[in-house]
Nanobody, 114 residues
Framework: VELKESGGGLVQPGGSLRLSCSASRDIFSMRAMGWYRQAPGNQREMVAHIINDGSTSYSGSVKGRFTISRDSAKNMLWLQMNDLKPEDTAVYFC?????????WGQGTQVTVSS
């Protein structure tokens, strides 16, 4: 499975960004997909997660601000990020679990700064 993220960039605090992830396979064949992030010096952490039945989960730090969604017709996964904070600055990665294996995109940088 090839995953490719886009949509990162520089945004001021309080702003919004929408990250996109295109998948090379039917996303409904994935057991789960998600967005993770990694800031310098930190471990990679789960941000938002969606499983095959459409159930979603979020980390506590982004709940209420970020929304994960998908479109099976386009094989796309999105992460809508609102009310961004400087602590959201990180490289964001798209993840897919397919037939028991984990796949990752190359990441897209999100920087929240005034």
């Amino acid at each position: 499975v090839e995953l490719k993220e886009s949509g990162g960039g520089l945004v001021q605090p309080g702003g919004s960004l929408r990250l996109s992830c295109s998948a090379s396979r039917d996303i409904f064949s994935m057991r789960a997909m998600g967005w993770y992030r990694q800031a310098p010096g930190n471990q990679r952490e789960m941000v938002a997660h969606i499983i095959n039945d459409g159930s979603t989960s979020y980390s506590g730090s982004v709940k209420g601000r970020f929304t994960i969604s998908r479109d099976s017709a386009k094989n796309m996964l999105w992460l809508q990020m609102n009310d961004l904070k400087p602590e959201d600055t990180a490289v964001y990665f798209c993840n897919a679990n397919w037939v028991g294996a984990e796949f990752w995109g190359q990441g897209t940088q999100v920087t929240v700064s005034s």
